[in-house]
């Protein structure tokens, strides 16, 4: 049995439709032509960088509605900002406008991502339980003249959740999946804490996109093969690029028999090529993502992106060889990991067996 699982991106072209090809190098036109008022209105001052500027702001626009367009015609791509009412949607809008920043540092960078993994939750699972609630009956802290009690009416999501498996792409994905996990066990009627799937996936950072390779290093990764058969996988990851991981883990657990009852990738910046991608193989998954960005560079870097998600969640590592997660989890700091105290202990149970 091998010890790693490789997949190559000329593994992945092949999942395209001539249709999907098409909608790709018309997102690159006319990215393009964007990049290139960018470019001049970095150059320009006064008056002609204002008109670049709305230049700039009528190109995205058209990029946008292109871009749902074609995610319209894909029935298992979700993007909130395509799907949810208007007047939802500038909260996301600032919420990816801060992730983007490069003056945002690590502090305020984990606090958005929770945020928007808490508005990507309400999207995937709570919206779809509106018609079916429960309620809570919260005793208050308020005793005159009688103990006060509080009903509060929520989505009940437990036919959703509780056949759900976590599972975590290391090393950016670890606290987001932690987050979701967190949001099933705060609205589940019963406290259900998912159990963990654990997989050390990269990609060949050496190559290009046209040439990457995925690798999925077994020896470094926790889950029980048996205990994936027939549940609801659930992946949190901030980014989908390439759609490259996901699809090898999936393909890897489908060549060992595992046959998922569904798949739900959610993500906090998509770009179109990897929505594409994993909705043409992986027929049973969903991918849902905050904000879907148009294209990727040669490096497999999504544009206009926000840099290296996990390094700003996680730091840098700097002997080579990664943090193991016990270790991510601990640099994570002390209120953090007290917030999500119940899926720590699921994931040191799951390293620790």
């Not at 470019?39 to 670049?52: D, F, I, L, P």
């Not at 928007?116 to 919206?127: K, T, W």
């Not at 005793?143 to 976590?166: G, W």
Request: charged share 25%; net charge negative; with cysteine.
């Amino acid at each position: 049995m091998p010890d790693r699982i490789i997949l190559h991106a000329s593994d992945l072209d092949g999942f395209l439709t001539d249709w999907d090809k098409e909608a790709l190098q018309e997102i690159e036109t006319m990215h393009s032509a964007v990049s290139n008022t960018a470019r001049e209105m970095e150059e320009a001052e006064g008056g002609a960088r204002k008109k670049k500027e709305e230049e700039l702001t009528e190109g995205s626009k058209a990029i946008g509605y292109r871009l749902e367009y074609i995610s319209r015609m894909v029935p298992s791509i979700h993007v909130y900002s395509f799907e949810s009412p208007r007047e939802q949607h500038g909260e996301a809008s600032r919420i990816i406008a801060k992730l983007r920043n490069p003056k945002t540092g690590h502090e305020e960078f984990l606090y958005y991502i929770q945020r928007a993994y808490e508005i990507l939750f309400a999207h995937v699972f709570a919206d779809a339980c509106l018609n079916k609630k429960r309620s809570i009956i919260q005793k208050t802290p308020v005793t005159y003249p009688s103990q006060n009690y509080a009903v509060h009416r929520i989505p009940d999501v437990d036919e959703l959740v509780h056949n759900t498996v976590m599972c975590v792409m290391l090393r950016g994905a670890l606290l987001p999946s932690m987050i979701i996990s967190k949001e099933i066990e705060d609205y589940s009627s019963d406290g259900f804490i998912t159990p963990f799937a654990l997989f050390r996936i990269k990609r060949d950072e050496t190559r290009a996109e046209k040439n990457m390779n995925y690798v999925l290093d077994l020896n470094r990764s926790f889950f029980n093969l048996s205990e994936l058969d027939g549940k609801d996988l659930v992946f949190a990851d901030p980014m989908n690029a390439t759609g490259g991981s996901l699809v090898t883990i999936i393909k890897y657990l489908k060549e060992n028999g595992v046959k998922p009852k569904s798949v739900k990738f959610i993500n906090v910046i998509s770009a179109l090529k990897g929505a594409l991608r994993i909705s043409r193989a992986i027929p049973e998954a969903e991918v849902y993502t905050l904000w879907m960005d148009p294209v990727l560079n040669d490096k497999a870097y999504i544009l206009p992106g926000l840099g290296d998600a996990g390094d700003r969640l996680n730091g840098v590592d700097h002997d080579g060889e990664g943090r193991n997660m016990i270790q991510l989890i601990a640099d994570y700091g002390q209120s953090v990991v007290n917030l999500y105290r119940n899926q720590v202990k699921e994931i040191e149970k799951t390293v620790l067996h």
